[in-house]
């Protein structure tokens, strides 16, 4: 079983639908929970960072981790075709120094 | 403020040989972290340095190195390419431990690798 699983996709969804993304992971010396959005030929960026279980809001995007069940998801608001992109979560803890562990990203489509 | 810079951007080389990447990490950010990228293992995690020392090293083989300058450049380095290692090689850097704080690893655009 991999540290981290995620639905590959592709994801395909009209403009201004919700989309949800989703990690499961199996280790629970994780605390801290990124989302990083990548677009082609380019180096993945920051979306959204949680530490801990919780929610956290930032203007469309929305993450949650669940660290009871192991879960964590990213939710998009009012999706544009500018969010097409594969998205990656990463996770770390206080044992792993910069080592995040990554998910292999799900590729997302919104069509317009 | 000049991002993440790595070159080469793209390279093709032949089995066997050794082939050398760098990366130019912010200007003031002292931790430089490598990683893997293919379609199969999607992100993987090969060193990390901080002012010049390797701080932390994933699981791949002797054949990965690296090192990091006074001005925090860094190189990696695979030695006897193998076609397995065809994959697009990520350097990210960050202020410090930025994992703590705000979890953000600015990455560059990534040097593509193609063994044949």
């Known amino acids: 079983q991999k540290e981290v699983e995620q639905d590959p996709g592709p994801l395909s969804v009209p403009e201004g639908a919700i989309v949800s993304l989703n990690c499961t992971y199996s280790?629970?010396?994780?605390?801290?929970f990124m989302w990083y959005r990548q677009y082609s030929r380019k180096g993945p960026e920051l979306l959204m960072y949680?530490?801990?279980?919780g929610n956290k809001e930032d203007g469309r995007f929305t993450a949650q981790v669940d660290k009871s069940s192991k879960y964590i998801s990213l939710f998009i608001r009012d999706s544009q075709p500018s969010d097409s992109a594969t998205y990656l979560c990463?996770?770390?803890?206080?044992?792993?120094?910069?080592?995040?562990?990554f998910g292999p990203g799900t590729r997302l489509s919104v069509l317009p | 403020k000049a991002g993440v810079t790595q070159t080469p951007r793209y390279l093709i080389k032949t089995r066997g040989q050794q082939v050398t990447l760098s990366c130019s990490p912010i200007?003031?950010?002292?931790?430089v972290s490598w990683y893997q990228q293919t379609p199969g293992q999607g992100l993987q995690f090969l060193f990390e340095?901080?002012?010049?020392?390797?701080?932390n090293k994933g699981n791949f083989p002797g054949r990965f190195s690296g090192r990091q300058f006074s001005n925090s450049r860094s190189e990696m380095n695979v030695s006897t390419l193998e076609l397995g290692d065809s994959a697009l090689y990520l350097c990210?850097?960050?202020?410090?431990?930025?994992?703590?704080?705000?979890?953000?690893?600015?990455f560059g655009e990534g040097s593509r690798l193609t063994v044949l």
């Open positions: 990210a850097s960050s202020w410090g431990l930025a994992v703590k704080n705000t979890g953000e690893l600015f």
């Open positions: 280790n629970s010396a994780f605390q801290y």
């Open positions: 949680t530490y801990s279980s």
């Open positions: 990463a996770m770390s803890g206080d044992n792993y120094g910069q080592n995040f562990v």
């Open positions: 200007s003031g950010h002292r931790s």
């Open positions: 340095y901080f002012s010049e020392t390797q701080r």
